[in-house]
């Protein structure tokens, strides 16, 4: 049995009669009823009742044409991944992400990567709202948390790389105000809270469900402080300005806290729950470019590039604490 076999039992099938099927194969009707005959002979099964009006399947027939419009299905799938990988990649991705972690991280590896492969144009579009990806036609989307609810269903997500926030100061402040040894103690300093209106779950900005690395169970704090802010920049302009402890991702603050201008204060407690994630809309074949993007993005984000590697600024700033 090869594939002309399985295209000539579908043809019967979906056409009715012996006749309809040899048009639509492009065949004589008496070659058509000789290699169904053939093949009945060597299954050693009956596949179609013949009467004068109409050519029915049997129950091994039905299976059969089942089994056929599936192989056949895989046929075809893989006859087009094997052209496809004969050409350059080529034709438009249209993504979408948030402003910050677009702009400073995304944005660089997305130039990396269509410097790779020229003939792919990517179109970036950043927002603090995630869009329906299939409604405004976007191929996919790199967001900070992954989807919830009813569009989990409907959506494809994978984790890019982990990320976690943190609680950051300036040396400034601690120096001035000390830096906390325990959970309570965020009580009794000035913090800087983000209202995040954006943000899955609907969380409060003024509660940090903080986990103690090596445990499950988060402990909620909650914190207060003069200053608020929708904007994580300016909040993190604060920060900087030794106006306060922050709450956030490390691959935003990344930077600063490389040089030395933001510190990590109560290092042992954190919120993971701000990983990197490729969205998508389902598809049951993705193209080769989403899927070679998508295997540049684990690849470019797998060492986690916004982690930050001393802790050198925050001890020097604990020795030269005024008591």
């Known amino acids: 049995m090869d594939r002309n076999d399985l295209e000539l039992v579908l043809a019967i099938r ?33 596949l179609f009742q013949r009467t004068t009006r109409r050519v029915s399947p049997t129950a091994e027939g039905e299976t059969m044409c089942d089994r056929a419009h599936a192989l056949l299905q895989g046929f075809t799938a893989l006859e087009a ?18 402003f910050g972690f677009g702009r400073l991280w995304l944005g660089p590896t997305l ?35 992954s989807v919830q609810g009813r569009q989990a269903a409907q959506w494809v997500s994978r984790r890019l790389a982990e990320n976690q926030r943190v609680l950051v100061a300036s040396p400034r402040y ?15 300093h000035a913090c800087l809270l983000v209202r995040e ?19 499950t169970t988060p402990s909620r704090v909650r914190v207060s402080g003069p200053l608020a802010s929708n904007s994580g920049e300016l909040v993190r302009d604060w920060c900087l300005d030794g106006r306060g402890i922050m709450l956030r991702s490390l691959w935003d603050i ?6 030395g201008k933001l510190v990590r204060v109560l290092p042992a407690w ?26 540049f993005l684990l690849a470019e984000f797998a060492g986690k590039p916004w982690r930050p590697q001393t802790q050198k600024a925050l001890k020097k700033a604990l020795r030269t604490r005024p008591f």
Not at 174 to 188: M, R, S, Y
Not at 270 to 287: K, V
């Open 14 to 46: 979906d056409h009715g009669s012996l006749s309809a099927a040899a048009l639509s194969l492009e065949m004589a009707p008496s070659a058509v009823t000789k290699r169904l005959a053939a093949l009945e002979a060597s299954l050693g099964q009956r």
């Open 254 to 259: 990344a930077p600063q806290l490389a040089s």
């Open 174 to 188: 601690i120096q001035q105000h000390g830096a906390p040894v325990g959970l309570d103690e965020l009580q009794q």
């Open 111 to 145: 130039a990396r990567f269509q410097e790779r492969y020229p003939r792919i144009d990517i179109q970036l579009q950043l927002t603090e709202h995630l869009p329906d990806l299939a409604l405004d036609g976007f191929d996919g989307a790199i967001w900070l948390w």
């Open 270 to 295: 954190s919120m993971p729950d701000a990983d990197i994630h490729w969205l998508a809309p389902y598809r049951a074949d993705a193209p080769r470019r989403i899927r070679l993007l998508i295997d």
């Open 81 to 98: 991944e094997l052209q496809e990988r004969k050409a350059e990649p080529t034709g438009l991705i249209r993504l979408v992400s948030t």
């Open 197 to 215: 209106n954006g943000h899955a779950g609907g969380q409060r900005f003024d509660i940090w469900p903080l986990h103690k690395e090596g445990e």
